[in-house]
């Protein structure tokens, strides 16, 4: 049982580009999301999903594109990426979503230079 | 801005010793939830408890929640070295789980 996965571990992109992180889980948990972590700071919540075809936006949700088309997955788009989007990925998920234990990914390192 | 508000920022004690971490948080909530994050990990879910719970225990760990004040602290009893790492408390609320700026615990051998 993999849980949560999230790929790639590291990414170095340049000012511009765009691109997609993974995330995958196998516990058949409906809620799915996303936060980033800033150095020294706790977790803002960018974009999550209470089921397939479901999306919504969390604290900080501009500059960032997301689709759930099926329950397993559930990408992340940086459409074109800013130095201000360097930061620590995180990918988790929840057997429900009215707020039960989140699951988390090994994250996704990023730096936009 | 952020749910949840952790305090101290920072706490450093002797092995052995017991950890008190608070939160205070804004809005009203399901649920509150602490989470550990061992430097460069992803987090890991400690104890969850509900908006009509006072205290919950899991073994060495006892949460308590007072609704009234908003507020909840971890405490961590007889700590080790283990026990070293940030910890996260985060509020529960509809589809949202919001997450407060941690407490980096350090426990002296």
């Known amino acids: 049982n993999a849980g949560v996965t999230q790929t790639p571990k590291f990414q170095v992109l340049k000012t511009g580009q765009s691109m997609t992180l993974q995330c995958a889980q196998d516990?058949?948990?409906?809620?799915m999301s996303w936060y980033r972590q800033d150095p020294g700071m706790g977790l803002r919540l960018i974009h999550y999903?209470?089921?397939?075809?479901?999306?919504d936006q969390g604290e900080v949700p501009n500059g960032y594109n997301v689709s759930r088309s099926t329950t397993e997955d559930f990408p992340l788009r940086l459409l074109s990426a800013a130095p201000s989007q360097t930061s620590v990925y995180f990918c988790?998920?929840?057997?429900?979503?009215?707020?039960?234990?989140?699951?988390f990914g090994s994250g996704t390192q990023l730096s936009v230079l | 801005s952020q749910q949840g508000e952790e305090d101290p920022q920072a706490l450093s004690i002797q092995e052995g010793e017991n950890a008190t971490m608070n939160c205070s948080y804004k809005t009203s909530i399901n649920n509150l939830q602490w989470y550990r994050q061992n430097s460069g990990r992803g987090l890991v879910h400690l104890i969850l408890i509900r908006s009509n719970e006072r205290e919950k225990h899991s073994g060495r760990l006892r949460v308590t929640l007072d609704t009234s004040k908003k507020s909840s602290s971890l405490l961590i009893t007889a700590s080790r070295a283990a026990d070293t790492a940030s910890y996260f408390c985060a509020t529960g609320s509809a589809s949202k789980i919001i997450f407060g700026s941690g407490t980096r615990l350090s426990i002296r051998p």
């Open positions: 516990m058949n948990h409906e809620y």
């Open positions: 988790a998920s929840s057997i429900r979503f009215d707020g039960e234990k989140l699951f």
């Open positions: 999903s209470v089921g397939a075809g479901i999306t």
